[in-house]
């Protein structure tokens, strides 16, 4: 076969060459390391004829490279777009791993989440005889509380309180960014003091004992604690909770307790004018209680309440209830016209009061034993009950027989 029938042979570099028609001739890659080899080689080409266009002095350079239009031109070029890509996934790097050392150094002097149905946060004790259905006393010590379920609490009581105190409540996780940083411009620009807490939060203040604390480390703190309490507890349980917690004057805490003592019925027998006055005070149950009245508490030497105060955030909470679509507009009308303050009772003479009479020294003694027995702050902190080893149908039968003996 004559030589000018055989094909002729391409080098081994002119396998990775295409000519096109115009005369232009291409570099075909024809594996991965060969593309990204060619990728480096075009990089450093275009970076090599930038760099020829710029001045030789250093500072020079700097002002060139600051130059807006210069700058502009770079960052929207695909040079700069991968820049731009390198430089927010460092960023977002570094923000994780922040957030998650604060989290990991904060977290480490926190409490471990107790059960919030438990009762046992600031609740009274309650001492019974040996079998434990007689009552002998229900102590309060300082404050009043009676923690209930959630079936125990009448609807209009919860729509009120997340209507005014959290209304995205049932659609927020356990913090609102927005309220939080509308509360702290607000703050920091010597607005009126706002709060930017969701219900959960709020929870979390009162089970921890923050409400006074505003401190930046311990909103962080709260913050940690309110997402665990979202994680480990349906938002109905978080919101029963609170209710069993939320301060409703200097005594009162909780909804049950606050129902009795100012309406003398249970929380689930509250009206809805009387659920909005009492979804009113904890915003300042110092001076929205009617307790803080010479009126209502007898024992008051001075007149603290801001009655005006307490029934135009009732209504205001009506109203907030009508727009949220738990009740119409009629019914907030209609809550509106009662006359709310003829229904709040007397505070009662003494909390102490009630014993049953002829059993002071079984309580008293009980009272002595737990001191004996428990730290103060587990005392305290009260949801007990309580069971003397006193049968009072026995020492009724056995005081009747003294006195029937010493009569005869």
Do not use: C
Not at 14 to 25: M, P
């Amino acid at each position: 076969m004559s030589d000018s029938n055989q094909r002729p042979r391409r080098s081994k570099a002119a396998k990775n060459t295409f000519t096109t028609k115009s005369g232009k001739t291409i570099k075909v890659n024809r594996s991965l390391s060969a593309r990204v080899k060619a990728g480096r080689e075009a990089k450093a080409q275009r970076k090599a004829a930038y760099l020829s266009t710029l001045p030789k002095e250093r500072w020079k350079r700097i002002l060139y490279r600051l130059s807006p239009k210069r700058m502009y031109k770079y960052w929207f070029s695909r040079d700069g777009a991968i820049m731009a890509l390198k430089v927010a996934g460092i960023g977002f790097a570094v923000i994780f791993l922040l957030i998650v050392g604060l989290f990991a150094y904060f977290r480490k002097d926190l409490p471990k989440i107790q059960s919030i149905n438990s009762g046992n946060s600031g609740g009274s004790i309650a001492y019974y005889d040996r079998t434990g259905t007689v009552l002998l006393f229900q102590d309060y010590d300082a404050f009043k509380r009676i923690p209930v379920t959630n079936q125990n609490i009448a609807s209009y009581m919860q729509e009120a309180t997340v209507a005014v105190e959290d209304k995205d409540f049932y659609h927020e996780g356990a913090f609102n960014v927005k309220g939080i940083t509308r509360a702290a411009i607000n703050n920091a620009t010597g607005g009126s003091t706002q709060g930017g807490s969701t219900i959960t939060q709020q929870l979390v203040k009162l089970n921890e004992g923050w409400t006074n604390d505003h401190t930046v480390s311990r909103k962080v703190k709260e913050l940690i604690l309110a997402v665990e309490l979202e994680r480990e507890y349906s938002k109905q349980d978080i919101l029963t909770a609170y209710l069993n917690l939320a301060p409703y004057s200097g005594l009162d805490y909780g909804v049950q307790a606050a129902s009795q003592d100012y309406f003398h019925v249970d929380a689930s027998q509250l009206t809805l004018a009387q659920a909005a006055l009492l979804a009113a005070m904890p915003k300042s149950p110092g001076s929205y209680s009617p307790y803080a009245s010479p009126v209502y508490n007898p024992s008051a030497t001075d007149n603290l309440f801001d009655e005006n105060g307490l029934i135009a955030r009732q209504q205001y909470i009506l109203d907030q209830m009508a727009s949220q679509g738990y009740i119409t507009k009629a019914q907030a009308a209609a809550a509106k016209q009662v006359d709310i303050m003829a229904q709040v009772q007397q505070m009662p003479t003494s909390h102490y009061a009630g014993m049953k009479p002829g059993f002071e020294y079984a309580v008293l003694s009980a009272k002595e034993e737990l001191a004996k027995d428990f730290p103060a702050s587990v005392i305290k902190s009260g949801g007990w009950k309580v069971t003397t080893t006193i049968d009072v149908n026995l020492q009724n039968l056995a005081n009747t027989s003294l006195d029937n003996n010493a009569s005869s």
